[in-house]
């Protein structure tokens, strides 16, 4: 089964790591978002990229699979520059990734076994519709969720649509697995079983693993390598360790979750309830 | 003031460019979706959901613009003694003008809604990036399918029209306004001619693909939140209604050249 539904597009590794970002300068009108930014990615590897909300994760993330495209700079693929390809020659290398979406992006319209098999669809020419049946469900057992085959994305849980979404990102067995905010959204422990799926699908597939999060219990469990973006720049990049210890006041205010000073400052000078012109009380 | 025209101008320009590009990738990915049979279940799908589940709409726009027709003008014909024309009048004009034009508003509002809301939904909840992050055309996938859909089934749908149109028209004019049947359907079958239906049929492909990019296009390009996807079916009815009137408009003038050049030619064949 893995044999038959293999890519047939392959390509041999750099080594200057499977994916690389040069000088990547990425802007929406006059809000500089990415500022000369470059980056390469260790293959094998599980990568964090974190930061404020606002800061550029997702558009970073969106950079390496080129669903944006550099306003200046180079994206690389195995050595391959693939920023200036048009989309046909993307989507033979697209087929190396899976990608998993903030909310899921599940296709409302398509059972989940449906939305699984997608991907094989496209690219794969299917006779056998028992072994693609056993496929799905393997991704789904690999996520924990054999069984729901026939149910649609209305009928699932916010954790379960991710999970569904995740078997769907890993259905064509990719080498890079992009996440995007994977426990956004989710309490503790639903994010704690997403942040185990992770480990393991890196494990079994040694895929290379980027992912982007401001949940720091999730990024310490997961990450190798983490980075962190500020004002559209890296502030930090290193291992756990190197990240806790960080001399930045930026990235410690970051990762210990604190309000930095001015803020508190401008929280504390602004107008409460008491000083409003109308109280909920006038209008009984 | 001038900074503000520039600035729209510009705007409109810009818009003008990337829905060009857009209709060309549509029709590149339109062409090769014909060729690969393994698309045909999407064309299908969308065939029923635009084409079938349009008919009982499409058919009532024709019934009422028959029946309106032949009241209004009973009046003026009456007048004249020419009450008898009716049927010519009416007849005429649904399968020339009024079926095709307001069965294509009616898809347009219709189909058109359902398009931009569904495209643009996905849109905003990144399912379109998500098509693409799998090695996916999604204009091959979403929009080609719709677009070929919709040039089939509106010709279709505007006969549809057509009949109910006439349908309408001979109801009001015989049973409710005792206008002589056999005088009535003499009078149309000598009035109207083949090249009259075949151009108000000629009209739907013209009709079905504009409602159809314009909608998509729309989908495709929507701003983010529920707010963009309302503001984005808004345009898309308003453009496609302003397009079918432009395309009317110039259709008429085309036809109405080639009639003129070669519709008295046809004794000769």
């Known amino acids: 089964m893995k044999k038959k539904y293999e890519k047939k597009f392959d390509l041999k590794t750099s080594p200057n790591g499977i994916l690389e970002i040069r000088n990547l300068t990425k802007n929406f009108g006059t809000n500089l978002v990415l500022d000369n ?56 290398i697209r087929t190396h990734y899976g990608f998993l979406f903030q909310g ?125 973006l500020h004002n559209g720049k890296i502030v930090a990049d290193g291992d756990t360790d190197h990240i806790r210890k960080h001399p930045h006041p930026v990235v410690q205010q970051f990762i210990q979750g604190q309000v930095s000073e001015d803020d508190l400052a401008v929280l504390r000078m602004s107008g409460t309830i008491s000083t409003a012109q109308f109280l909920p009380r006038d209008f009984e | 003031m001038i900074d503000m025209v520039g600035a729209k101008t510009i705007d409109g320009i810009n818009n003008m460019g990337r829905f060009a590009r857009f209709a060309w990738h549509t029709l590149i990915a339109s062409l090769r979706s014909c060729a690969r049979v393994h698309t045909y279940p ?9 084409g079938v589940r349009s008919v009982p709409v499409v058919m009532i726009t024709g019934a009422f613009v028959g029946m309106t027709l032949a009241i209004q003008a009973y009046g003026q014909l009456a007048g004249m003694g020419l009450e008898e024309y009716l049927g010519s009048l009416i007849n005429i004009s649904v399968v020339k003008e009024l079926g095709p034009v307001l069965a294509a508003v009616m898809l347009a509002g219709r ?14 909840t990144e399912q379109i990036d998500a098509i693409r992050s799998m090695g996916t055309d999604p204009i091959r996938y979403l929009v080609a399918p719709r677009i070929l859909a919709c040039l089939l089934l509106t010709p279709i749908l505007i006969i549809f029209a057509d009949l109910m149109g006439i349908v309408g028209g001979y109801l009001v004019s015989v049973v409710h306004l005792n206008i002589n049947a056999r005088a009535y359907w003499s009078h149309s079958a000598n009035a109207v001619e083949l090249w009259d239906v075949s151009v108000g049929v000629v009209k739907g492909l013209f009709f079905g693909v504009a409602i159809a990019a314009i909608s998509c296009y729309k989908g495709f390009t929507c701003k983010e939140g529920a707010q963009g996807v309302g503001q984005a079916c808004t345009e898309a009815f308003v453009a496609s209604f302003i397009s079918i009137l432009a395309l009317d408009f110039a259709l008429v003038v085309i036809f109405r050249s080639i009639y003129d050049t070669f519709w008295p030619l046809r004794s000769l064949v």
């Open chain 1, 37 to 92: 930014i470059s980056l390469k990615i260790e293959e094998g590897k599980t990568t964090v990229v974190i930061g404020p909300s606002g800061c550029g994760k997702t558009v970073l993330v969106k950079h390496l699979i080129v669903l944006l495209r550099p306003n200046s700079g180079e994206v690389f693929f195995k050595n391959r520059r693939i920023d200036n390809l048009n989309e046909n020659e993307l989507n033979k």
């Open chain 2, 111 to 124: 189909i058109g809604g359902a398009l931009t809301a569904e495209l643009g939904t996905m849109n905003v």
């Open chain 2, 42 to 50: 999407l064309i299908w799908t969308q065939m029923n959901i635009i």
């Open chain 1, 104 to 228: 899921g992006a599940l296709f409302d319209s398509l059972s989940v076994l449906e939305n699984i098999i997608f991907p094989l669809r496209q690219h794969c020419k299917i006779t056998n519709w028992r072994e693609v049946e056993e496929l799905v469900k393997a991704k789904l057992s690999m996520v924990g969720l054999d069984g729901f085959q026939n149910y649609y994305p209305s009928n699932l849980s916010g954790g379960q649509r991710k999970r569904v979404a995740l078997a769907r990102a890993i259905a064509l067995n990719p080498e890079i697995i992009l996440y995007d905010e994977p426990t956004t959204g989710l309490d503790p422990i639903r994010s704690d079983i997403i942040s185990e799926l992770i480990l393991k699908l890196q494990r079994e597939l040694d895929a290379t693993t980027i992912v982007v999060t401001h949940d720091m219990a999730s990024a310490y469990k997961i990450a190798d390598r983490i980075i962190m």
